[in-house]
């Protein structure tokens, strides 16, 4: 490690017989890692015998350190978890069995944790291969609980089917690479819970299915939450150590209609003794308006209404002016008739007294002048007179 003023030059290394190493022109064997001021040079099969370093520095703090006795340590891991279940992991990196905790060498360190399906029964599911599932820090942040302590720690949430799984852990920069690896055997959460819909008669309950040979069925703790989306939310509790027989438990019902969902964190104990802390399947209920009130109506008698006699009165009008009509031309009729018939028989009579007049000889010593002036005797070529009279002088 070559301490040098910040914002100089890169240091440069002379080997033993002499040739120079530059951070921009190194071979396979030679890791360069360059910070502001530190350069931090990983030799492997170094030459034998002396060798130089050419850097601006007035540090006294360079120094030559074997770094080959570099561990990576991962804390105890439980083999056999559950789905759901939340997990803290723990890290350090060793040297000489002493954690690492110097800052510019450290600088680069980055931890990944990941998952590799292996013969899981969702094996054909690519998702889960090789799926990082969480990185661990050493800067106090997030579940990390002191900064720059040599313990890098993560949480994990295994937001994953059940099956067999191999867990790594790795870290790696540019001047060393470590590694571990172990078999994660991933079961079915060792307890369930059943949501009962509530009724007019009951409240909403919560039944909890627990398997005695996986955890302890007295140590069973799950607190939840319930909620809408619209801003509704009430915290719940349920606890198997003074449980009913059956394990069902009543939960605060809401009182407005709509729909609702329930999100819980499980804790409790294997039966070996470890405390397990798993999320649990989120759970939804719906919860209907009330009936309308019924109202006892008495029955209302409807009467028909009025009869209306304005149709009547328009066809009695309209028989009536059809009826006026029919007998004002039958009463034309009947005078036309009487009239042709009147003149038929005036024409007739006075046809009969021309031929009787014509039918009598001549008398003696007078001479018929028919040609003479004075009023033409009625016969058949005077035209009958076709007047109407009127019918009050007959």
Do not use: C
């Amino acid at each position: 490690m070559l301490h040098r003023k910040t914002g100089s030059a890169s240091a440069i290394l002379v080997r033993p017989d002499g040739s120079k190493i530059y951070p921009w022109r190194l071979p396979s064997h030679i890791h360069w890692l360059e910070t502001p001021n530190v350069d931090i040079v990983t030799i492997e099969n170094p030459m034998p015998g002396p060798w130089q370093a050419l850097v601006e520095t007035d540090d006294p703090r360079n120094i030559v350190q074997v770094v080959s006795d570099i561990k990576l340590e991962v804390d105890p891991f439980p083999i056999q978890v559950f789905v759901g279940e939340k997990l803290s992991l723990k890290a350090r990196l060793l040297s000489h069995g002493k954690p690492l905790v110097f800052g510019p060498y450290m600088d680069g360190v980055l931890f990944h944790v990941h998952l590799d399906s292996a013969d899981s029964p969702d094996a054909n599911d690519t998702a889960y291969a090789h799926k990082t599932i969480t990185a661990l820090r050493d800067d106090g942040s997030q579940f990390d609980g002191y900064p720059q302590d040599g313990t890098y720690t993560g949480y994990i949430t295994l937001n994953i089917p059940a099956g067999k799984y191999d867990l790594d852990v790795s870290t790696q920069n540019n001047v060393f690479t470590r590694g571990y690896r172990q078999v994660l055997l991933v079961s079915h959460q060792p307890y369930e819970t059943e949501l009962i819909s509530p009724t007019d008669k009951q409240p909403l309950k919560l039944k909890v299915i627990a398997d005695a040979d996986e955890v302890k069925v007295n140590s069973i703790v799950i607190d939840g939450t319930m909620s809408n989306g619209s801003g509704f939310k009430q915290h719940f509790e349920v606890r198997t150590r003074k449980a009913p027989s059956d394990f069902t438990f009543d939960l605060p019902t809401p009182s407005k209609p709509g729909s609702y969902r329930i999100n819980a964190i499980g804790y409790a104990d294997t039966t070996g003794g470890r405390p397990v802390v798993m999320t649990m399947p989120e759970k939804s209920f719906y919860i209907a308006p009330p009936p309308p009130p019924v109202v006892d109506v008495e029955p209302k008698v409807i009467s028909p209404p009025p009869k209306s006699y304005l149709l009547d009165w328009i066809i009695g009008g309209g028989v009536a002016f059809i009826l006026f009509l029919g007998g004002g031309l039958f009463w034309i009729w009947q005078r036309k008739r009487k009239a042709f018939k009147k003149a038929l028989m005036l024409a007739e009579a006075k046809a009969d007294e021309v031929i009787e007049l014509e039918s009598q000889p001549p008398m003696a010593g007078a001479e018929t002048n028919i040609n003479s002036e004075g009023p033409a005797t009625p016969g058949l070529d005077s035209e009958p007179d076709l007047t109407i009279e009127d019918d009050n002088k007959e």
